[in-house]
């Protein structure tokens, strides 16, 4: 199946900072979803990204389709940041998640 | 928020039972997914609900069961829970099964299983 997986792991970040988040493909991405996981358990949607690049205020994310990868970019980072990313991978009729970046932002 | 709505928020059952979790599409959504997330982990495609038909299926024994109503709302049956079934249970609802940004899933709060 398709296999999805997410670096690193875990990031703590001093607040201010910026970091990027990545996302690897087995297999082509046509399709592809952020979201940010907060501590009660809800995922909230950052960007939906099959190809290009976007950005909504202080997070940006890129995907390179041919290349099999996708970035997220947080700047200026805050400790409302901290929290689970996760991304994930839409093909037919189901979403593959990576094993998500555990982000921790310090103040 | 999303929009999409699930009931209850926490939940515990005894090893054994039977349990419901239910959930509520964003309005004009007619697709329905539920995802179990394991402690640590990232969350499974559990199966897919469109337009009251089940519309793919993941790796999952056929004790989980679901439906979907004519309102496009959706439950999530498990029978005979197991101890391993203790997870938070997510629903994400879309607005069609055609591509691009139709497949783009929203999710609710989620419910917190724990089975004892």
């Known amino acids: 199946g398709i296999q999805v997986e997410q670096s690193p792991p875990d990031l703590i970040l001093q607040e201010g900072a910026n970091s990027t988040l990545r996302c690897n493909f087995s297999?082509?991405?046509?399709?592809l979803q952020w979201f940010h996981q907060n501590p009660w358990g809800q995922l909230i949607n950052l960007f939906y990204i099959p190809s290009g690049t976007k950005q909504n205020g202080r997070l940006s994310a890129t995907t390179v389709a041919t290349e099999r990868y996708s970035l997220l970019y947080i700047s200026s980072s805050q400790t409302t940041d901290s929290g689970v990313y996760f991304c994930g991978r839409i093909a037919g009729n189901k979403l593959t998640f990576g094993g998500g970046t555990r982000v921790l932002v310090k103040p | 928020e999303t929009g999409v709505t699930q009931s209850p928020t926490h939940l515990i059952k005894t090893r054994g039972q039977q349990v419901t979790l239910r959930c509520s599409s964003q309005?004009?959504?007619?697709?329905v997914s539920w995802y179990q997330q394991a402690l640590g982990q990232g969350p499974q495609f559990i199966f897919q609900?469109?337009?009251?038909?089940?519309?793919g299926r993941g790796n999952f024994p056929p004790r989980f069961s679901g439906l979907q109503f004519p309102n496009y709302s959706s439950e999530l049956n498990v029978n005979a829970l197991e101890l391993d079934d203790s997870a938070l249970y997510l629903c994400?609802?879309?607005?069609?099964?055609?591509?691009?940004?139709?497949?783009?899933?929203?999710f609710g709060p989620g419910t917190r299983l724990t089975v004892t």
């Open positions: 994400a609802s879309s607005s069609g099964t055609g591509g691009g940004s139709s497949l783009v899933q929203y």
């Open positions: 609900y469109y337009r009251e038909e089940e519309n």
């Open positions: 297999d082509s991405v046509n399709n």
């Open positions: 309005s004009g959504h007619n697709t």
